[in-house]
Structures are given as structure tokens and as C-alpha cells.
């Protein structure tokens, strides 16, 4: 990545972040985080990833939440940064905590032969 594009991904991920904080009205983005900002090098393109922190059932509503918004935070995300034009912003639910989570269950759900943890130890 570019550090351009880098430094924009960072700053438009603290102005949507600000954003759906402070200043946008809908209900159904309440609680929403960003995870994530990639840009394509042209920096014409944003893909948003977003995650309701320990509430994935409400991904629907929230995705329908941020289309109606996209037009707003565009706008504003126009007003704060300095580009040619300003990037087209495409919406993604961010599926890594619920991976993350499911990962950790497998593992937790392990069980590991007391030999062969006598053997690690012995082998360090």
C-alpha cells in the first residue's frame, strides 16, 4: 500500500468513525464500529468494513442503516479531506470477530494428552 493511500484509509477511518459517533441520526447505526478502510491506489474506491460489536444479529438492519446514510457521509467525508474527488464508499459487514470467536471455541474444545505436553516441555 501506498502511504497516500495508507494515510487517507487512516483518516477516513476516523472521520466515519467521528461520524457514526456523533453526527448521524439513525437509530439502527447506534453502537456501529469501523473496522477497517481499504483503498484501491486511484483512491476512487473505499471499502468500509463495519461490525456492531457483540451484536451480529443486527447486520442486516445496520447494512440498510448505512445505504440510506452512504449519500451524507460522503458529502462529509468530502467537507474534511482534501482530494480530487472524493471516494465512492461501499459498505461491508466485517465477519473477523465472529471467526475470531468461533476459532477460539475449537480451540478451547481441544483436548491435548498430558504426554504430549510432557514432551513439548522436555523438547524446549
Do not use: C
Not at 50 to 71: I, N, P, T
Not at 77 to 102: G, H, N, S, V
Not at 109 to 115: D, Q, S, Y
Amino acid at each position: 500500500m501506498a502511504i497516500k493511500q495508507g494515510r487517507m484509509s487512516d483518516r477516513i477511518h476516523q472521520i466515519l468513525s467521528a461520524l457514526l459517533l456523533r453526527e448521524v441520526a439513525d437509530p439502527r447505526l447506534r453502537g456501529v464500529t469501523v473496522t477497517e478502510v481499504e483503498l484501491d491506489p486511484e483512491l476512487v474506491v473505499a471499502k468500509i468494513y463495519v461490525s456492531a460489536l457483540g451484536d451480529e444479529s443486527r447486520e442486516q438492519d445496520v447494512m440498510r442503516g448505512l445505504q440510506r446514510a452512504k449519500g451524507f457521509l460522503r458529502r462529509q467525508l468530502a467537507k474534511r479531506i482534501r482530494l480530487r474527488t472524493t471516494p465512492e464508499l461501499f459498505f461491508f459487514w466485517d465477519y473477523t470477530l465472529d471467526q475470531a470467536e468461533r476459532i477460539n471455541q475449537i480451540i478451547s474444545k481441544l483436548e491435548i494428552p498430558v504426554e504430549a505436553e510432557d514432551d513439548a516441555r522436555r523438547d524446549s
